[in-house]
């Protein structure tokens, strides 16, 4: 199993859920529905914390969050479905090359244990927000670059339209 803490949840999971959920907005190239979005990370960070509790091998419970998170962006956020798998590819990979990052600069600058810093809920918090700092900065920057460039679609009646035809 691999319980998370009620800390680690608060800490890390729902504010990683919520970053997911803009970022796949923000891959697909979709303006933001406040409501949906909510609603859609909300439910992510509780499917995530559930998964966890799972009797599953790990790297099995990253495949069913990939899988839950394209099913809640296609159904709940109505997002195309070519476009969900692309934005949810691209976001965990980005998360992928955030955190390895992170891992090298607390290996190779700051010269720490990561066996202590993981085995320790707090610690692997307060050493994985970097990570989550750096990958919220990406995806606002190209949602910014986005909406200035006005390539953002919105839905008006089921329809897809783009942002300078409001």
């Given amino acids: 199993m691999l319980k998370l803490t009620l800390l680690e949840f608060l800490a890390r999971g729902i504010p990683e ?12 190239k979709n303006v933001l529905n406040i409501r949906r ?17 799972l009797p599953i091998n ?11 998170f394209i099913i809640i962006i296609i159904n709940i956020n109505q997002i195309d479905t070519i476009k969900s798998i692309k934005a949810v ?6 998360e992928f090359a955030c955190e390895g ?27 994985g927000i970097p990570s989550l700092l ?5 995806i606002a920057i190209y ?8 390539e953002l679609r919105f839905f008006k009646d089921g329809e897809v339209m783009q942002q300078d035809s409001k």
């Fill in 37 to 53: 979005y909510l609603l859609s990370s909300v439910l992510f960070a509780s499917m995530g914390y559930f998964i966890r509790l």
């Fill in 89 to 94: 590819v691209i976001t965990v990979i980005l």
């Fill in 134 to 138: 750096l990958m919220g900065c990406i």
């Fill in 101 to 127: 990052i992170n891992i090298l600069i607390i290996q190779s600058i700051l010269k720490l244990n990561v066996n202590y810093i993981f085995s320790n809920p707090t610690l692997k918090i307060l050493y």
């Fill in 17 to 28: 859920a919520f970053l997911f959920i803009f970022a796949a907005y923000a891959f697909s």
């Fill in 58 to 68: 790990y790297g099995v419970n990253i495949i069913l969050s990939i899988i839950i």
């Fill in 143 to 150: 949602y910014i670059i986005l909406l200035k460039r006005k």
